[in-house]
């Protein structure tokens, strides 16, 4: 079994990979200008190399810590899954409002701290807030109920 600080070895690593995608797809795809003018590609490599350069922090002493083994909850993962796929399936039929509802409840099912009142009322609430900032506030062309007829 690896001792290491693995959560913050895989984190930090991730953190590094990323920053240097980001930064070599900036370079590869945008005109990075001067610094007195600079181009749309200045900022994400400048950017990139910033979450490389802390992904390297974060990860380097992991290396030579000691830390305790990944323990996910699986069955937590599999249902925000679900979730995400339900949405995506649900929300062109049924709307923005039902599919977010629909997709936190099955979200939520394997938390059995709340009782089902409050699972609802926490979709709700969720759906109300995605309602109004992707519908009202973004006024994104987004179906926010079912089309009837």
């Known amino acids: 079994m690896i001792d290491r600080d693995i959560k913050n070895l895989l984190g930090g690593g991730l953190l590094t990979l990323l920053g240097l995608f980001t930064a070599w797809y900036a370079y590869g795809h945008y005109s990075l200008g001067t610094f007195s003018r600079m181009g749309?590609?200045?900022?994400p490599v400048i950017l990139g190399?910033?979450?490389?350069?802390?992904?390297?922090?974060?990860?380097?002493?992991?290396?030579?810590?000691r830390g305790e083994p990944i323990?996910?909850?699986?069955?937590?993962a599999g249902f925000v899954i679900a979730s995400?796929?339900?949405f995506a399936l649900l929300l062109k039929g049924?709307?923005?409002v039902i599919a977010t509802i629909?997709?936190?409840l099955i979200a939520l099912i394997p938390d059995r701290s709340l009782g089902q009142g409050t699972k609802l009322k926490v979709a709700l609430v969720i759906a109300a807030?995605?309602?109004?900032?992707?519908i009202q506030?973004?006024?994104?062309?987004?179906?926010a109920w079912p089309r009837l007829g």
């Open 40 to 43: 749309p590609g200045f900022l």
């Open 49 to 65: 190399g910033v979450l490389a350069l802390l992904g390297l922090i974060v990860a380097l002493p992991a290396w030579w810590r």
């Open 71 to 76: 323990r996910g909850d699986w069955a937590s």
């Open 84 to 86: 995400i796929v339900v």
């Open 94 to 96: 049924l709307g923005l």
């Open 102 to 104: 629909t997709a936190a």
């Open 129 to 134: 807030i995605t309602y109004l900032i992707f």
């Open 137 to 143: 506030g973004l006024s994104m062309n987004l179906p």
